[in-house]
């Protein structure tokens, strides 16, 4: 009997639909860092720094439903690779639709199109702590909660393709916010927030063009700013929903060249939860250029340098706050999972006569699974 029965529930296991298993993916990318501090009204320090940069594990997978449709799911966490903050953070996160026609329909948390976009071009991306990249001194670097993502299919191009995303968000609160890794926008209706971008992809050119409309973001940013009594004082950020406007280029020159490009403008968009120093931002303006050389008689190295900045501007007397970084860097390439880096950089910032300067050494090691 036991034996049959043993049998019956082989056949049944057996003979029952085969699901795709999840994937398990992530990396680890912690780095050394020199910070000194230069302070106005104290001593001076020498100060170094463990830093975890944009380290996360996710699952995701991919379900065949028929020809044309299957199920798609992601969920990421972030992690504290120097274990010197919070685990779990969110990341992207959904389930959704993927029609082989007809593009993608998501629905979770997730990256706007316009922060997407700024992928292909900034070369030092997540650096010092995620504060060295455009995230530290421009906005629209977000990933927003209840949110519906679309994504299209490439359409083809005789030399590329061109594919346009969109993301529509509820606020589900009484205004803007800050979450653990995502922020909520204002509004109770679907797409009183949203942001959509249209990128041409090729192996020589990458250009895109994205707009934000009242996403929360970060205003007047000051970047890896170590010092604790700067002259600037104790500024810091000003969180707003933001109108945001982004457009990038990248060109792949043969022998290993790429250059790089972005430039920016916002506007306060006005909304609950505003910080209240945000009604008086004008407008804010930023650029980048940069460039990376993957050596062509050694492949496992690529050496690279950025300038980028971005301007404030105030509807009162105010002085424009100017915030200027420039970085320079060399990849060590040991395979496609594992890289090691080192960089330095130096950080200026300035409102009227006032200036503090922030300069950085580092090297890193970056893991992908």
């Known amino acids: 009997m036991k034996t049959k029965l043993a049998a019956a529930i082989a056949l049944s296991l057996l003979a029952a639909p085969t699901f795709a298993a999840p994937t398990l993916y992530g990396e680890i990318d912690a780095s050394i860092d020199y910070l000194p501090e230069d302070?106005?009204?104290?001593?001076?320090?020498d100060v170094v720094e463990v830093s975890s940069n944009s380290s996360f594990i996710?699952?995701?997978?991919?379900?065949?439903?028929?020809?044309?449709?299957?199920?798609?799911?992601?969920?990421?966490?972030?992690?504290?690779?120097?274990?010197?903050?919070?685990?779990?953070?969110?990341?992207?996160?959904?389930?959704?639709?993927?029609?082989?026609?007809?593009?993608?329909?998501?629905?979770?948390?997730?990256?706007?199109?316009?922060?997407?976009?700024s992928s292909p071009v900034d070369t030092f991306n997540n650096y010092v702590a995620n504060k060295a990249d455009v995230t530290g001194i421009m906005t629209g670097e977000a990933r927003i909660s209840n949110a519906v993502i679309y994504e299209s299919p490439?359409?083809?191009?005789?030399?590329?393709?061109?594919?346009?995303n969109a993301l529509l968000a509820s606020g589900e609160a009484s205004g803007i916010a800050k979450g653990n890794g995502a922020s909520k926008t204002a509004g109770r209706g679907l797409?009183?927030?949203?942001?959509?971008?249209?990128?041409?992809?090729s192996p020589v050119v990458v250009a895109g063009i994205a707009y934000d409309k009242a996403i929360p973001s970060n205003f007047a940013g000051v970047g890896f700013l170590n010092t604790k009594q700067s002259e600037l004082g104790d500024r810091t950020s000003i969180f707003a929903a933001a109108n945001t406007l982004r457009a990038i280029g990248r060109v792949n020159i043969d022998g290993g060249l790429a250059l790089k490009a972005l430039y920016q403008t916002s506007e306060v968009e006005d909304a609950a939860g505003n910080e209240l120093a945000a009604a008086d931002i004008d407008d804010s303006q930023g650029w980048l250029l940069?460039?990376?050389?993957?050596?062509?008689?050694?492949?496992?190295?690529?050496?690279?340098?950025?300038?980028?900045?971005n301007t404030t501007s105030f509807k009162s007397a105010k002085s424009d706050f100017d915030a200027q970084q420039i970085f320079v860097g060399a990849d060590y390439a040991f395979n496609k999972q594992v890289k090691a880096y080192g960089y330095a950089g130096y950080l200026t910032l300035e409102q009227g006569d006032l200036e503090t300067k922030q300069p950085v050494v580092g090297t890193g090691l970056e893991y992908k699974f």
């Open 39 to 45: 302070n106005a009204n104290t001593s001076d320090k």
């Open 191 to 201: 797409g009183d927030a949203w942001s959509a971008s249209v990128v041409y992809d």
């Open 290 to 309: 940069g460039a990376e050389y993957n050596l062509p008689t050694a492949k496992a190295w690529t050496v690279k340098a950025q300038y980028s900045q």
């Open 58 to 117: 996710g699952l995701k997978g991919e379900e065949k439903l028929n020809d044309r449709l299957n199920a798609v799911y992601a969920i990421e966490w972030g992690l504290s690779a120097d274990g010197d903050s919070t685990d779990w953070t969110t990341r992207n996160r959904f389930v959704g639709l993927k029609d082989a026609q007809l593009g993608t329909l998501k629905v979770g948390a997730h990256d706007t199109p316009l922060k997407q976009l």
């Open 154 to 164: 490439a359409i083809a191009l005789p030399t590329g393709a061109i594919k346009v």
